[in-house]
Nanobody, 121 residues
């Protein structure tokens, strides 16, 4: 129905930067919201940032001032620019999308497969 494909994770030194991308494809009518979550072993998945189709954004306090979320509505793609990365940012990052599909014209939630971000010297 709808697929989310993430890219951009990897290993970076403390203080470095990474840019994550996530593209949604499939039977999409509209994508009201897209976002990024992260999870470390033994902890709950937590919101990093999200953005509406109108451009309203929301950030976790832990990343405010260091991360910027943006999206290209025409491409149904969301980006997360992460700067001044810290070891505590190490996690699997998951893309999330709230999608109204052409299948049932209802709001459905989808997740990407996850991409590892490791911040270490």
């Amino acid at each position: 129905q709808v697929q989310l494909v993430e890219s951009g994770g990897g290993l970076v030194q403390p203080g470095g930067s990474l840019r994550l991308s996530c593209a949604a494809s499939g039977s999409i009518f509209r994508v009201p919201s897209m976002g990024w979550y992260r999870q470390v072993p033994g902890k709950q998945r937590e919101l990093v940032a999200d953005i509406t189709s109108g451009g309203s954004t929301n950030y976790a306090d832990s990343v405010k001032g260091r991360c910027t979320i943006s999206r290209d509505n025409a491409k149904n793609t969301v980006y997360l620019q992460m700067n001044s990365l810290k070891p505590e940012d190490t996690a699997v990052y998951y893309c999330n999308a709230q999608v109204i599909t052409r299948i049932n014209y209802r709001l459905n939630e989808y997740w990407g497969q996850g991409t590892q971000v490791t911040v270490s010297s």
